[in-house]
């Protein structure tokens, strides 16, 4: 929201009454007030307090409209609908941990941004809770002056007490509250004067019956003076130094001191009973309409962190001054000559103004006085304007030639001025530029040439004798002895008494000039009507500046250099500094406008000037401003940066069901966790900066999602739209109008939860059903292919038992037929050989023996062919029956015995033959060799487990012999090729053999069995 400027054109007469008795300075020009009223969205126009917060907000309390909050761009106000007891507010402070307290005609609130309580210090009578002084001593209790006389207070428990003040009765009221250094409360009463209160203690230090006035006003600065106002001027006191009354320091004695701000000696703002004033050694200025400020009472006056001093009034509002920067003089200030087409100061410092049709104006001494026709001018058309080294001083007219003014004849001959035309050798009588170089030398620019005076003679250059151009746009001495002329085909220099070109590229010179400059390194700087600034470097090198590098125009009328070597730079829309380094190199470019107190936004052509005091004038339509350089501040106060609110898609949000905390003031969240939906964010901030708010600058980045800052913006806001899940910090920077950025960004730190399924917890799981899966299928894979090769596996074992039972059929009946043919053969041959030799009955005998043999061997082998027989009950039997036969016709007992088969136990293929093999040939050596008379064959089971054994009573085994017989390896090795363990030993005493095979039940795949 823009401010309005407001400039009153008269002194009120009570004012001026009070300036004429008191001896102020009435300053006949206006400073940089802005002025913000009802328009502007203040609650109210009278303004009665002030104060800051810790968001540099300016919080207002006003008589009738509640309280006003500004950030320099906008107000917000506050009134009993926001829960305030009254909307007549007294006095606003804003205490150390960033409370408001507010005294009201209702009696006390407190305000933490978003909770209201009141204080009513007397609940039994509503109408006296009026509360007009408030004041946070440095342990955070809250001191105000009670309604009907005393002291109150609430601590920080908020317990509201009162303290009888010795003394104080009736209507004696406390109208100021302050404290020192040490701690001690000081106050004044309205009847008693000053008191101070230490050690529980009250001692009415001035009496203003001994003062023999009034006290009114209490400021205490920081080496603990007391600057009081009084009716009787500004009072200072000192306890250390104070004796009696008269030891009292009383400055702008006799005048009516409602209150006083003191930032040092040297400088004090002053309410006044006529209006402000400021305090100077030796000056005083006023300040009212005339001075851009206002007739109206001034109710208190302010000053910011940054400097800026606000002005509450009676009745018109909020003023705030800048600076002192900028000064205007108009009509309203005695100047009449208007417009001004030039200035310049004499050896007086007095300013002369011309104009165009109005003559000559001359200020000196805050006064302003007229030159016209009757003063002998020759034209009232005043065109350019020059003071040489012996103080006279050279006007240009349009169309009558040079007008000259010396100030030590003038009043003499009564002739004031002198004329030169073109009749005493001027070039032409129309004069554009005039320009005095530093060997006193006059130059006249005119349409037709340009004329150089020595005082007696003239030199005269047109294009005929090497000028570029007869229309002369700017004429200027870059160095001593060195002058430069600039028309729009092109430069001249004249140096040694010779005019010379200036070889510059041609290309330059088809844009339309108005103006040109070179600097002492030798820089040009070229003003183009329309097509902004350039710069042509000593190499050559050229540099366009426009707007889009921050100029506020294109439209370029004038160019100079101050006195620290910037370059200012007079356009269509005001006024623009472009700050060099030490090489004239482009360090920023900063803009002068309406805010910064050039509120005429444009500069006139050719109506430049500066003082000798380093000060730069510019004419204007409706009057001049001086740029005073040296009173313009920069602000090094860094903005107070802050984040002023989250949004999500554009819509407000409850940020409690999100955050860990929102704080009061601002309703900003902190420990922000979003679920991944809810990843579209706004983020506001604002950097707060009373100087010129409207040209903060912003840098902002996402730490999370970029590294780099964002390009300077004035927007006040950042989006970011469709954010991954994770963990962000938004981050801000401001910058105020001098460049000044924060050290430091303003953070706010977020997350964005992301759904389950981008959760560790769930990667995990996904990984562990991935690899489950993964397991599953290779398990199953496995089987698959186990069930393939157990599949092929039975088919090759069926087939093989099918082999193995055709094979011992067919063995069977082919060799047993066979063995059964010798068998009767052999008996035939037998009974047909009666007289057979003894040699050939024992052949026949052998061939008997072996054929039964051959018989037997070949039944177990036809035996252990038949898969019936890979059971590990046929096992048993058939090992049983052996033994049964082979100790029927001997000594020895032959004892079996096994456990119950509850079912049929396969044994791989091969194993029974091994098996039999293995106590086939026990038994055997058992019959040859033990001398036993008892034999024990058993078979016990357990699980999957097996033993077979079989136990002798018999002479045992030589231990040494075990394992070296060539029966009892066979039988070790053939335990081995089935996987089982063969154990044989002796008893103990000696006596007995044992032979334990131990074996597992390894059954193969039949079609019985079932597929994995």
């Known amino acids: 929201m823009a401010p309005r400027m407001r400039l009153n054109i008269f002194i009120s007469p009570i004012l001026y009454f009070?300036?004429?008795?008191?001896?102020?300075?009435a300053n006949g020009q206006a400073y940089n007030f802005v002025n913000y009223g009802i328009g502007e969205g203040l609650a109210h126009e009278n303004v009665v307090d002030i104060c800051e917060d810790q968001f540099g907000n300016i919080w207002l309390a006003t008589a009738g409209g509640g309280l006003s909050k500004f950030n320099g761009l906008e107000f917000s106000n506050f009134t009993i609908k926001d829960g305030l007891p009254s909307n007549y507010i007294r006095k606003v402070i804003c205490d150390r941990k960033g409370n408001l307290w507010i005294a009201s005609a209702k009696g006390i609130t407190r305000f933490d941004g978003k909770t209201v309580i009141n204080f009513v210090p007397d609940s039994l009578d509503e109408s006296n809770n009026s509360i007009n002084a408030l004041h946070e001593s440095h342990d955070g209790t809250i001191w105000f002056a009670g309604a009907q006389g005393g002291l109150g207070k609430i601590?920080?428990?908020?317990?509201?007490?009162?303290?009888?003040?010795?003394?104080?009765?009736?209507?004696?009221?406390?109208?100021?509250?302050?404290?020192?250094s040490q701690g001690n409360i000081w106050f004044i009463s309205a009847i008693h004067g000053l008191f101070k209160h230490y050690n529980g203690q009250y001692l009415n230090i001035i009496s203003n019956a001994d003062f023999k006035g009034y006290l009114l006003s209490l400021y205490i600065d920081k080496t603990d003076n007391l600057w009081m106002g009084s009716n009787k001027g500004l009072v200072r006191f000192k306890e250390q130094d104070y004796q009696s009354i008269g030891d009292l320091k009383i400055t702008l004695d006799q005048t009516f001191i409602k209150s006083a701000k003191v930032y040092d000696e040297n400088e004090i703002w002053i309410i006044s009973a006529s209006g402000a004033l400021k305090y100077e050694p030796e000056k005083t200025y006023s300040f009212g309409a005339s001075?851009?400020?206002?007739?109206?009472?001034?109710?208190?006056?302010?000053?910011?962190?940054?400097?800026?001093?606000w002005f509450g009034s009676d009745s018109d509002g909020l003023y705030k001054l800048i600076n002192e920067s900028f000064v205007f003089y108009g009509k309203q200030h005695g100047l009449n000559v208007l417009p001004v087409t030039s200035i310049v100061e004499d050896k007086n410092q007095n300013?002369?103004?011309?104009?165009?049709?109005?003559?000559?104006?001359?200020?000196?001494?805050?006064?302003?006085?007229?030159?016209?026709?009757?003063?002998?001018?020759?034209?009232?058309?005043?065109?350019?304007?020059?003071?040489?080294?012996?103080?006279?001083?050279?006007?240009?007219?349009?169309?009558?030639?040079?007008?000259?003014?010396?100030?030590?004849?003038?009043?003499?001959?009564?002739?004031?001025?002198?004329?030169?035309?073109?009749?005493?050798?001027?070039?032409?009588?129309?004069?554009?530029?005039?320009?005095?170089?530093?060997?006193?030398?006059?130059?006249?620019?005119?349409?037709?040439?340009?004329?150089?005076?020595?005082?007696?003679n003239f030199e005269n250059y047109n294009t005929s004798n090497g000028l570029m151009d007869n229309i002369i746009w700017d004429i200027s001495e870059p160095t001593p002895g060195q002058v430069l002329i600039v028309t729009r085909a092109g430069f001249n220099i004249y140096q040694n008494?010779?005019?010379?070109?200036?070889?510059?590229?041609?290309?330059?010179?088809?844009?339309?000039?108005?103006?040109?400059k070179r600097d002492r390194e030798g820089n040009y700087w070229i003003g183009y009507s329309g097509h902004g600034l350039l710069k042509i470097n000593q190499n050559g090198d050229q540099e366009f500046i426009t707007v889009d590098q921050g100029l506020t125009s294109d439209l370029i009328y004038n160019l100079l250099f101050d006195k620290d070597q910037n370059l200012l730079v007079g356009s269509e829309r005001g006024l623009d500094k472009i700050i060099l380094d030490?090489?004239?190199?482009?360090?920023?470019?900063?803009?002068?406008?309406?805010?910064?107190?050039?509120?005429?936004?444009?500069?006139?052509?050719?109506?430049?000037?500066?003082?000798?005091?380093?000060?730069?004038?510019?004419?204007?339509?409706?009057?001049?401003?001086?740029?005073?350089?040296?009173?313009?501040?920069?602000?090094?106060?860094?903005?107070?940066?802050?984040?002023?609110?989250?949004?999500?898609?554009?819509?407000?949000v409850d940020w409690s069901q999100y955050a860990e905390h929102v704080t009061s003031w601002l309703n900003i969240p902190s420990g922000i966790q979003l679920p991944h939906s809810e990843n579209n964010l706004i983020f506001e901030y604002f950097g707060a900066s009373m100087r010129n708010p409207q040209d903060v600058k912003y840098r902002f980045r996402l730490v999370g999602l970029e590294n780099q800052w964002s390009p300077v913006t004035s927007r006040r806001e950042a989006i970011y739209t469709n954010l991954s899940p994770g963990i962000y910090t938004f981050e801000v920077l401001a910058a105020n109008s001098d460049g000044i950025w924060n050290k430091e960004p303003t953070q706010l730190e977020f997350e964005i939860i992301p759904p389950f399924w981008q959760r560790p917890w769930f990667y995990a799981v996904l990984t562990i059903l991935i690899l489950g899966a993964l397991k599953l299928y290779n398990d199953y894979k496995v089987r698959s292919n186990l069930n393939k090769i157990l599949t092929v596996e039975r088919i090759r074992s069926e087939e093989l038992l099918k082999v193995r039972k055709r094979m011992a059929r067919d063995f069977h009946d082919n060799m047993g037929n066979q063995l059964a043919s010798i068998t009767v053969f052999t008996n035939l041959i037998?009974?047909?050989?009666?007289?057979?030799?003894?040699?050939?009955?024992?052949?026949?005998?052998?061939?008997?023996?072996?054929?039964?043999?051959l018989f037997t061997g070949t039944k177990d082998f036809i035996w252990s062919m038949d898969p019936d027989s890979d059971n590990l009950a046929e096992i048993f039997t058939y090992i049983k029956d052996f033994g049964e036969e082979l100790f029927d016709k001997t000594d020895l007992i032959f004892y079996s015995k096994s456990d119950d088969f509850k079912k049929e136990y396969p044994l791989p293929s091969?194993?029974?033959?091994?098996?039999?093999?293995?106590?086939?040939?026990?038994?055997?050596?058992?019959?040859?060799?033990?001398?036993?008379?008892?034999?024990?064959?058993?078979?016990?089971?357990?699980?999957?487990?097996?033993?077979?054994?079989?136990?002798?009573?018999?002479?045992?085994?030589?231990?040494?012999?075990?394992?070296?017989?060539?029966?009892?390896?066979?039988?070790?090795?053939?335990?081995?090729?089935?996987?089982?363990?063969?154990d044989i030993s002796t008893g103990v005493d000696g006596k007995g053999t044992k032979i334990i095979y131990k074996g597992t039940i390894q059954s193969e795949p039949n079609k019985k069995d079932k597929l994995i």
């Open 497 to 516: 008494n010779k005019l010379s070109k200036v070889d510059l590229n041609p290309e330059i010179f088809k844009k339309r000039i108005n103006t040109a």
């Open 155 to 180: 601590d920080t428990l908020q317990n509201l007490t009162f303290e009888e003040v010795p003394g104080l009765f009736g209507n004696d009221k406390i109208i100021a509250i302050d404290e020192d």
């Open 18 to 25: 009070g300036l004429l008795i008191t001896g102020f300075t």
């Open 582 to 652: 030490s090489q004239r190199n482009i360090k920023r470019i900063k803009n002068f406008g309406q805010t910064e107190g050039f509120k005429n936004l444009q500069t006139a052509y050719n109506v430049t000037f500066q003082d000798t005091n380093g000060c730069v004038w510019f004419g204007v339509d409706d009057g001049v401003f001086r740029y005073d350089p040296g009173k313009e501040k920069l602000n090094q106060t860094e903005p107070l940066t802050y984040i002023s609110g989250v949004k999500l898609f554009y819509n407000e």
């Open 291 to 309: 001075q851009g400020l206002t007739n109206s009472g001034i109710n208190v006056i302010y000053n910011d962190r940054e400097g800026n001093i």
């Open 351 to 456: 300013f002369w103004f011309g104009s165009f049709g109005s003559g000559l104006e001359r200020l000196g001494n805050g006064n302003f006085e007229n030159y016209g026709l009757s003063e002998h001018l020759s034209s009232m058309y005043i065109s350019a304007s020059a003071c040489d080294s012996s103080g006279n001083l050279w006007f240009g007219t349009r169309g009558s030639g040079l007008m000259k003014y010396d100030p030590t004849t003038a009043q003499s001959d009564g002739n004031d001025f002198k004329y030169i035309t073109s009749k005493d050798g001027l070039i032409y009588d129309f004069i554009r530029q005039l320009f005095i170089d530093s060997e006193n030398n006059l130059w006249v620019g005119t349409p037709s040439g340009i004329s150089k005076y020595d005082g007696v």
């Open 830 to 853: 037998n009974l047909k050989l009666k007289d057979k030799s003894r040699e050939i009955d024992e052949l026949l005998k052998n061939i008997q023996k072996h054929t039964k043999s």
């Open 910 to 982: 091969g194993w029974s033959r091994q098996l039999v093999l293995i106590f086939k040939e026990a038994m055997t050596n058992v019959l040859k060799h033990s001398c036993a008379s008892e034999v024990y064959f058993e078979l016990n089971l357990k699980d999957s487990e097996f033993v077979i054994s079989l136990i002798d009573n018999g002479k045992g085994l030589d231990n040494e012999l075990v394992g070296k017989g060539m029966g009892l390896k066979n039988m070790q090795s053939r335990a081995k090729q089935i996987n089982g363990e063969l």
